[in-house]
Protein backbone atom coordinates (compact mmCIF):
# COMPACT_ATOMS: atom_id res chain seq x y z
CA UNK A 1 0.00 0.00 0.00
CA UNK A 2 1.15 3.49 -0.99
CA UNK A 3 2.23 5.73 2.13
CA UNK A 4 -0.49 8.30 1.08
CA UNK A 5 -2.82 5.30 1.43
CA UNK A 6 -1.98 4.30 4.51
CA UNK A 7 -1.55 7.38 6.29
CA UNK A 8 -5.31 7.84 4.35
CA UNK A 9 -6.38 4.57 5.89
CA UNK A 10 -4.55 5.61 9.46
CA UNK A 11 -6.94 8.56 9.70
CA UNK A 12 -9.78 7.33 8.75
CA UNK A 13 -9.68 4.30 11.06
CA UNK A 14 -8.74 7.19 14.06
CA UNK A 15 -5.02 5.19 14.14
CA UNK A 16 -2.02 6.96 13.31
CA UNK A 17 0.39 5.75 10.64
CA UNK A 18 3.85 4.68 11.03
CA UNK A 19 6.37 7.42 10.34
CA UNK A 20 9.36 7.22 7.78
CA UNK A 21 12.41 5.91 9.85
CA UNK A 22 10.76 3.85 11.97
CA UNK A 23 13.03 0.46 12.47
CA UNK A 24 10.98 -1.01 15.03
CA UNK A 25 8.77 -4.40 13.97
CA UNK A 26 5.03 -4.18 15.57
CA UNK A 27 3.27 -7.63 16.72
CA UNK A 28 0.92 -8.65 14.07
CA UNK A 29 -2.13 -7.39 16.01
CA UNK A 30 -0.62 -4.09 17.14
CA UNK A 31 -1.98 -0.76 16.66
CA UNK A 32 -0.49 2.78 16.58
CA UNK A 33 -2.10 5.45 18.37
CA UNK A 34 0.03 8.01 18.22
CA UNK A 35 3.34 9.09 16.82
CA UNK A 36 6.52 11.82 17.25
CA UNK A 37 9.33 13.38 15.54
CA UNK A 38 12.31 13.47 18.52
CA UNK A 39 16.42 14.14 17.83
CA UNK A 40 16.92 10.32 17.94
CA UNK A 41 14.31 9.87 15.68
CA UNK A 42 10.45 8.36 15.15
CA UNK A 43 8.86 7.88 18.62
CA UNK A 44 5.54 5.79 18.38
CA UNK A 45 2.79 4.57 21.15
CA UNK A 46 0.64 1.67 20.70
CA UNK A 47 -1.84 -0.04 22.37
CA UNK A 48 0.91 -2.26 23.99
CA UNK A 49 3.42 0.17 24.44
CA UNK A 50 5.54 3.35 23.61
CA UNK A 51 8.58 2.38 21.02
CA UNK A 52 11.64 4.70 21.43
CA UNK A 53 14.62 5.12 19.64
CA UNK A 54 18.04 3.45 21.07
CA UNK A 55 21.02 3.38 19.02
CA UNK A 56 20.67 2.35 15.69
CA UNK A 57 17.03 0.35 16.39
CA UNK A 58 14.32 1.17 18.11
CA UNK A 59 12.67 -0.45 21.20
CA UNK A 60 9.51 -0.94 23.21
CA UNK A 61 8.77 -0.44 26.52
CA UNK A 62 5.73 -1.98 27.97
CA UNK A 63 2.99 0.65 29.35
CA UNK A 64 3.38 -1.60 32.38
CA UNK A 65 6.89 -0.61 32.55
CA UNK A 66 6.75 3.00 32.27
CA UNK A 67 6.66 4.17 36.20
CA UNK A 68 6.29 7.84 35.21
CA UNK A 69 5.88 10.17 32.31
CA UNK A 70 6.13 13.55 32.35
CA UNK A 71 6.13 16.51 29.32
CA UNK A 72 7.86 19.44 29.81
CA UNK A 73 8.87 21.94 27.46
CA UNK A 74 8.73 20.02 24.41
CA UNK A 75 10.65 17.49 26.23
CA UNK A 76 8.99 14.14 27.11
CA UNK A 77 10.56 12.42 30.09
CA UNK A 78 10.56 8.99 30.84
CA UNK A 79 11.12 6.69 34.29
CA UNK A 80 11.11 3.35 33.02
CA UNK A 81 11.59 -0.11 35.43
CA UNK A 82 12.68 -3.33 34.94
CA UNK A 83 11.68 -6.02 36.78
CA UNK A 84 14.10 -7.81 38.85
CA UNK A 85 12.97 -10.77 40.15
CA UNK A 86 9.46 -12.27 41.77
CA UNK A 87 8.21 -12.54 45.18
CA UNK A 88 5.40 -14.77 45.31
CA UNK A 89 2.50 -13.68 42.86
CA UNK A 90 4.45 -10.26 42.83
CA UNK A 91 6.93 -8.64 40.23
CA UNK A 92 9.53 -6.77 42.00
CA UNK A 93 10.51 -3.47 39.75
CA UNK A 94 14.01 -1.55 39.74
CA UNK A 95 13.39 1.96 37.94
CA UNK A 96 15.85 2.61 35.33
CA UNK A 97 17.45 6.75 34.74
CA UNK A 98 15.63 8.80 33.87
CA UNK A 99 15.70 9.07 30.10
CA UNK A 100 14.64 12.36 27.89
CA UNK A 101 13.21 12.80 24.82
CA UNK A 102 13.32 16.41 23.36
CA UNK A 103 10.11 15.96 21.26
CA UNK A 104 10.52 17.96 17.44
CA UNK A 105 6.85 17.31 16.65
CA UNK A 106 5.28 16.43 19.42
CA UNK A 107 1.57 15.49 18.00
CA UNK A 108 -1.01 13.45 20.21
CA UNK A 109 2.26 12.02 21.36
CA UNK A 110 2.13 13.17 25.23
CA UNK A 111 -1.51 12.84 25.71
CA UNK A 112 -1.26 9.25 24.61
CA UNK A 113 1.32 9.15 26.76
CA UNK A 114 -0.11 10.43 29.94
CA UNK A 115 -3.53 8.29 29.03
CA UNK A 116 -1.97 4.95 28.65
CA UNK A 117 0.47 4.94 31.71
CA UNK A 118 -2.38 6.43 34.41
CA UNK A 119 -4.98 3.97 32.50
CA UNK A 120 -2.31 0.77 33.65
CA UNK A 121 -2.46 1.60 37.14
CA UNK A 122 -5.72 -0.01 38.87
CA UNK A 123 -4.41 0.69 42.21
CA UNK A 124 -1.16 2.41 43.67
CA UNK A 125 -0.44 2.76 47.48
CA UNK A 126 3.13 3.78 49.67
CA UNK A 127 4.13 1.25 52.62
CA UNK A 128 6.59 2.07 54.73
CA UNK A 129 8.21 -0.97 55.90
CA UNK A 130 11.22 -1.57 58.28
CA UNK A 131 14.31 -0.17 56.75
CA UNK A 132 12.61 1.68 53.69
CA UNK A 133 9.40 1.60 52.12
CA UNK A 134 7.89 0.71 48.58
CA UNK A 135 5.23 1.20 46.34
CA UNK A 136 2.65 -1.41 45.40
CA UNK A 137 1.11 -0.94 42.51
CA UNK A 138 -1.40 -3.35 40.71
CA UNK A 139 -1.56 -2.96 37.17
CA UNK A 140 -3.36 -4.27 33.37
CA UNK A 141 -0.31 -5.28 31.59
CA UNK A 142 -0.97 -4.91 27.90
CA UNK A 143 -2.22 -7.88 25.66
CA UNK A 144 -2.56 -10.15 29.35
CA UNK A 145 -5.78 -11.25 30.87
CA UNK A 146 -6.11 -9.77 34.53
CA UNK A 147 -3.99 -7.80 36.94
CA UNK A 148 -0.48 -7.87 38.45
CA UNK A 149 1.31 -6.77 41.71
CA UNK A 150 4.25 -4.88 40.85
CA UNK A 151 6.31 -3.72 43.95
CA UNK A 152 9.20 -1.07 43.87
CA UNK A 153 11.16 -0.46 46.95
CA UNK A 154 12.48 3.05 47.51
CA UNK A 155 15.88 3.24 47.40
CA UNK A 156 16.72 3.47 50.62
CA UNK A 157 14.74 0.44 51.66
CA UNK A 158 15.57 -3.45 52.48
CA UNK A 159 15.30 -5.48 49.05
CA UNK A 160 14.59 -8.69 51.34
CA UNK A 161 12.10 -7.04 53.38
CA UNK A 162 10.44 -5.79 50.96
CA UNK A 163 10.66 -8.77 48.50
CA UNK A 164 9.12 -10.67 51.79
CA UNK A 165 6.07 -8.30 52.54
CA UNK A 166 5.91 -8.33 48.55
CA UNK A 167 5.07 -12.34 49.04
CA UNK A 168 2.72 -11.90 51.94
CA UNK A 169 0.55 -9.45 49.97
CA UNK A 170 0.47 -11.06 46.68
CA UNK A 171 -0.85 -14.04 48.61
CA UNK A 172 -3.94 -12.15 50.55
CA UNK A 173 -4.49 -10.76 47.27
CA UNK A 174 -4.92 -14.25 45.46
CA UNK A 175 -7.32 -15.20 48.43
CA UNK A 176 -9.48 -12.60 47.90
CA UNK A 177 -10.15 -13.23 44.42
CA UNK A 178 -10.44 -17.10 44.93
CA UNK A 179 -12.68 -15.96 48.01
CA UNK A 180 -14.91 -14.21 45.38
CA UNK A 181 -14.86 -16.82 42.68
Known amino acids: MSSWLSRFMARLSGTAALPEGFAGRLDADEHVLAVAGSQDG ?9 WVPEGEGTRRIGWHLLSKATWNDG ?11 GAGGAVLLRDLPRRRLAL ?14 TSSIKSSQHRDLAG ?3 WFVQRKV ?12 D ?9 EVAAEVARRIEEARKGRD
Open 42 to 50: PVVATHLGL
Open 75 to 85: ELGLIEAEEAG
Open 104 to 117: TSPGRLPDVVHARV
Open 132 to 134: GGA
Open 142 to 153: PGRDGIVLQVRA
Open 155 to 163: GDADETAVA
